[in-house]
């Protein structure tokens, strides 16, 4: 009897793909942007002083946030502006929204006296719901 399968006498090459190289990449890539997104996230470098602090006022996760910064300035939502033209930038939200929420996030190395002239513009701007960022305990 006769097998009707003949085997060829060269067989067909095998592609193959070699792997090692592109999981390289891969887990190069991944730690990469595990060790660079705390720092994209934060924005402003700022040390916040140690207290116990509540649950933060946020609406839909979008809060505003105010950055008193040691010793390069103020910052809202993590672009530089001045005390003028925060005034004029929070009036015009707390007239769209009273209910906006901001945080204000002062360096502990400042004076007690810096973070207060911008909790004074927030709540001049009639700004209903704000909060001061500490670390939590």
């Given at each position: 009897m006769l097998s009707r399968h003949r085997r060829r006498r060269g067989s067909a090459p095998e592609a193959k793909i070699d792997m090692n190289s592109l999981i390289d990449l891969t887990f190069l890539l991944l730690v990469t942007f595990i060790v660079t997104l705390p720092a994209l996230e934060q924005g402003v470098s700022i040390i916040l002083p140690q207290a116990k602090t509540d649950e933060l006022p946020t609406k839909d996760n979008k809060a505003n946030s105010i950055s008193v910064a040691y010793p390069t300035g103020l910052f809202l939502?993590?672009?530089?502006?001045?005390?003028?033209?925060?005034?004029?930038?929070?009036?015009?939200?707390?007239?769209?929204?009273?209910?906006?929420?901001?945080?204000?996030?002062?360096?502990?190395?400042?004076?007690?006296?810096?973070?207060?002239?911008?909790?004074?513009?927030?709540?001049?701007?009639?700004?209903?719901?704000?909060?001061?960022?500490?670390?939590?305990?």
């Amino acid at each position: 009897m006769l097998s009707r399968h003949r085997r060829r006498r060269g067989s067909a090459p095998e592609a193959k793909i070699d792997m090692n190289s592109l999981i390289d990449l891969t887990f190069l890539l991944l730690v990469t942007f595990i060790v660079t997104l705390p720092a994209l996230e934060q924005g402003v470098s700022i040390i916040l002083p140690q207290a116990k602090t509540d649950e933060l006022p946020t609406k839909d996760n979008k809060a505003n946030s105010i950055s008193v910064a040691y010793p390069t300035g103020l910052f809202l939502n993590d672009k530089p502006i001045s005390q003028e033209d925060l005034k004029a930038t929070l009036a015009a939200m707390a007239a769209e929204d009273p209910d906006v929420p901001v945080l204000v996030r002062g360096d502990e190395r400042l004076d007690y006296g810096s973070v207060m002239q911008i909790v004074k513009i927030v709540y001049d701007a009639k700004i209903r719901r704000m909060a001061l960022v500490t670390l939590g305990n």
